[in-house]
């Protein structure tokens, strides 16, 4: 006897997303800000398959496209908490700053993209790059971007988004370079791969 209402409700339901769809379309979507939630795995040393060593973090990207829609300025924060080989816990929270570069038109409705950026995790990062010999060193050179430059490290993103009208899924792949950034216990390392899905929707 509930299966004529449940019907009823998955037609409903499929209608009212078509009617929301053509209503603000990949478009209209494209062209405002969004706010992401965001779950990944890092851990450059095992691939695919999970072990005792994974590292999960969660986050959220506020995406602000740039006029044209073929760009858009990403902010991010990501943290996370994981148990090392000792049984001590070790907390993470990075954020970062960036640029998504878009394949294909704001029309369109699956939007590759490239994402270039700068993050921050309060481990120092990448300052040794930039550390010159206190000898020769110029106080002029040391201001607040200098600063922030040192204490940064790069990454680099290949993503893809699709659009549901106002609402957005995407997965994708980031390669990071940063003092810190591999917390695994049997693997530390500077450099991370983060696989990660996102899910969103304009504001």
């Known amino acids: 006897m509930l299966r004529l209402p449940c019907r009823v409700f998955w037609v409903g339901l499929g209608a009212a997303c078509g009617g929301a769809c053509q209503t603000s379309g990949p478009a209209q979507a494209s062209a405002s800000p969004r706010l992401e939630l965001l779950a990944l795995r890092r851990n450059a040393s095992s691939g695919l398959e999970r072990t005792d060593d994974d590292q999960a973090l969660f986050g959220a990207n506020y995406v602000h496209p740039f006029e044209g829609g073929w760009s858009a300025l990403e902010l991010g924060l990501r943290a996370g908490e994981f148990e090392r080989v000792d049984g001590n816990e070790t907390n993470y929270v990075e954020t970062h700053a960036g640029a998504r570069l878009y394949a294909l038109a704001p029309d369109a409705a699956v939007r590759p993209y490239l ?15 930039y550390r010159d010999d206190e000898r020769n060193r110029d106080d002029d050179s040391y201001d607040l971007l200098a600063w922030i430059v040192r204490q940064s490290g790069p990454y680099a993103t290949l993503g893809v988004d699709v659009s549901f009208g106002r609402l957005y899924v995407g997965a994708g792949l980031r390669a990071v370079c940063a003092e810190g950034v ?3 216990a049997l693997d530390s390392d500077d450099f991370a791969l983060d696989l990660f ?7």
Do not use: E, K, P, Y
Not at 115 to 129: E, H, I, M, V, Y
Not at 197 to 203: D, R, S
């Open 115 to 129: 994402g270039l950026g700068l993050l921050w995790n309060g481990r120092g990062s990448a300052r040794d790059l």
């Open 182 to 184: 591999d917390l695994s």
């Open 197 to 203: 899905v996102t899910l969103g929707m304009g504001l």
